[in-house]
């Protein structure tokens, strides 16, 4: 039987390692971290491709430059992250069409404008329904600027998939500045996460030697009650504590990966189905050589495609590794779903007959794909969480409140910074912090039972 623990902690993400960090400050070392995959870092996540290291999650740190500092931000100036500065917003004027023709800068320009113009109309619009009648697209189809042409649609995939900035405040860039750094470090982002880690469980050379995280360790079952919490792992091991710290996705949350005894209740349940999972997926290519524009404010360019969002934002690497000769094409949601399920031959050739649109038949073949599934990972279920505009202050807490001795945390729980790595690092901070509250005013009952006794 493993020995009872105070608090268990499912998931090793950034959310999950910054929680139990904060938890070790506070005296509690007596902590067990489950992680149901062989690594670190959930989604953060490098791997080698084209001999260099490849961020398959979280690429950007956003959010830089403003008065107050982004925490991840001084994570990574203080491991020495390498990075380097990029702006996607020149994009707009590398816009590809079909026959490889560049659209003039002020015909892109205007219909940027045009685009936001409407962006802001139709938030405004939904902000002024309620949650249930903004998704009645009756309402909205019939607005007299919907992205019809495959600029307008390139244009409306880039608003809404990346750039929202531009249509609404995000609270990312209001606090922390509106400056974003790509990663560009052999050691990968997740060289963070290690960094963090190593100031409280025993680490060598990167690697976690500490028997209080267990790798490979998927939690099935989740048993609840005013005593403590019981949790069972996939291989059947029990481990108990008095506390649980739940960092899973949402898209894991709303899978039915891990049952809970009880179940959650109804207004926990109905928060979990009605948050938005976005899917986003960075596909890379590696070519012999360069044959794309690779000058100033050429980092970004984009196709424009009848259907929206077809391999529509594409990024060079030689910024972040010269010489590397490898292309990131960004896919999202529907399309994301459709290439993971198609085998990678097919998506290879669906890419290459794009960029032969853009950049002529002699272009050479590619040497290499490499396709993340994040919506077919079991241990995700999506890239991450999408709150729309009309969301209630009362869904998100909903999201992030305690079930009696179960605590929830993940990017998905921060109110301001849902969607971002720092937002998942707060959380992490947050919850541990409500969660010792928890834990004293839990003592101080008991002090208080054994006076009265
Ligand atoms: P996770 O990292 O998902 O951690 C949860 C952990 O729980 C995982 O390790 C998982 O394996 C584990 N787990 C799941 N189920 C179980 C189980 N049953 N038992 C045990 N363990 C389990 N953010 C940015 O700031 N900038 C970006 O540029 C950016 N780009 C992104 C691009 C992509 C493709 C993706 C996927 C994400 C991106 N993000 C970006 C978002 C960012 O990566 C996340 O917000 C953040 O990493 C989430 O951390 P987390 O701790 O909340 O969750």
Not at 193 to 218: C, G, Q, W
Request: charged residues 25%.
């Amino acid at each position: 039987k493993n020995p009872r623990s105070s608090v268990i902690i499912v998931g090793a993400g950034i959310s999950g390692i910054s929680a139990a960090k904060v938890l070790a400050e506070n005296g509690v070392d007596d902590m067990l971290i489950l992680e149901a995959s062989d690594r670190i870092g959930g989604r953060v996540r490098k791997e080698e491709f084209g001999e260099v290291t490849v961020e398959l999650g979280a690429g950007w740190i956003a959010g830089v430059g403003g008065k107050q500092s982004n925490p991840v931000w001084e994570l990574a100036k203080q491991s020495n992250l390498r990075t380097c500065f990029s702006d996607y917003s020149y994009a707009r004027y590398n816009i590809y069409d079909r026959s490889g023709k560049i659209f003039p800068s002020g015909i892109a320009a205007d219909s940027y404008k045009k685009a936001v113009d409407s962006a802001i109309q139709r938030l405004s619009q939904e902000a002024n329904h309620d949650a249930s009648t903004a998704h009645d697209v009756s309402v909205l189809a019939e607005t007299p600027s919907t992205p019809k042409t495959p600029i307008e649609l390139a244009i409306d995939f880039i608003l809404h998939d990346f750039e929202m900035a531009e249509v609404e405040p995000i609270s990312t860039y209001v606090d922390f500045g509106d400056r974003e750094f790509l990663v560009a470090d052999q050691r990968g982002y997740e060289h963070l996460l290690y960094k963090m880690a190593e100031t409280f469980l025993t680490t060598k050379e990167d690697k976690i030697l500490d028997s209080r995280l267990k790798l490979n360790k998927v939690v099935r079952e989740l048993q609840h009650s005013r005593n403590g919490v019981s949790v069972t792992t996939e291989d059947g091991c029990v481990y108990e504590a008095n506390y649980v710290i739940l960092s899973v996705s949402i898209g894991v949350l709303q899978s039915n990966l891990i049952s809970f005894r009880p179940p959650l209740p109804r207004w926990k349940t109905e928060a979990i189905s009605n948050c938005d999972v976005m899917v986003y997926t960075k596909i890379f290519l590696k070519f012999p050589y360069k044959f794309w524009p690779c000058g100033p404010e050429k980092e970004f360019f984009i196709y424009a495609h009848e259907r929206r969002g077809y391999y529509t934002f594409w990024q060079h690497m030689e910024n972040a590794y010269p010489g590397s000769n490898i292309l990131v094409v960004t896919l999202t949601n529907g399309e994301s779903k459709r290439v993971e399920a198609q085998p990678d031959e097919e998506t290879l050739r669906e890419a290459m007959e794009v960029l032969r649109n853009m950049f002529g038949p002699e272009i050479p073949d590619a040497l290499d794909i490499l396709v993340p599934r994040w919506w077919n990972n079991r241990f995700q279920r999506g890239s991450y969480s999408n709150y729309p505009i009309y969301v209630n202050h009362q869904h998100v807490d909903d999201i992030k409140a305690p079930v009696g001795r179960v605590f929830f945390t993940g990017e998905h729980t921060s109110e301001k910074f849902s969607g971002y790595v720092h937002g998942a690092y707060l959380s992490g901070i947050d919850t541990s912090k409500a969660l010792l509250d928890e834990m004293r005013k839990d003592k101080g009952r008991k002090n208080e039972n054994q006076a009265f006794l």
